[in-house]
């Protein structure tokens, strides 16, 4: 989370393609007071440097956590793309007419529907 506010501190240059190559960006908006309020009063772990020490009863932990989790979760989805995005991706990676069959021949077995199947009925 250090990391992308610290690339979000641009203030007021534009975002250049090769800052972008340096990661993820983390904005917060002006409509969230609670989160720029609370960003300056999380204060390290002495134990665990790379996290945020625990003090039960802040709202700043509680905005922190949350800002930390939905950064999480926006730059590690559980989701795929869709499967025609995923099939146009596959389709595009190459040039190569026969290497371009083998890409989508693959890409069909590894994305069939599977069909789950029952074992044999016990008595």
């Given at each position: 989370?250090?990391?992308?506010l610290?690339?979000?501190?641009?203030?007021g240059?534009t975002?250049?393609?090769e800052?972008?190559?340096q990661?993820?960006?983390?904005f917060?908006?002006?409509e969230c007071?609670?989160?720029?309020?609370?960003?300056?009063?999380?204060?390290?772990?002495?134990?665990?440097?790379?996290?945020v020490?625990?003090?039960?009863?802040v709202l700043?932990?509680?905005?922190?956590?949350?800002?930390?989790?939905?950064?999480?979760s926006?730059l590690?989805p559980k989701?795929?793309p869709?499967?025609?995005?995923r099939q146009?991706?596959?389709?595009n990676?190459?040039?190569?007419?026969?290497?371009?069959?083998?890409?989508m021949?693959?890409?069909?077995i590894e994305?069939?529907?599977?069909?789950?199947?029952?074992?044999?009925?016990?008595r």
């Open positions: 989370m250090y990391n992308c610290r690339q979000a501190n641009l203030r240059d975002l250049s393609v800052r972008s190559k990661g993820p960006a983390f917060v908006s002006a007071p609670n989160a720029i309020d609370c960003i300056p009063m999380a204060v390290r772990d002495e134990d665990e440097p790379e996290d020490a625990r003090v039960d009863g700043w932990e509680d905005v922190t956590d949350m800002m930390r989790y939905g950064l999480k926006f590690m989701n795929k869709p499967l025609a995005v146009l991706e596959a389709y990676s190459t040039d190569d007419p026969t290497a371009r069959a083998l890409v021949r693959k890409f069909e994305n069939r529907p599977r069909i789950l199947t029952r074992g044999p009925r016990r």
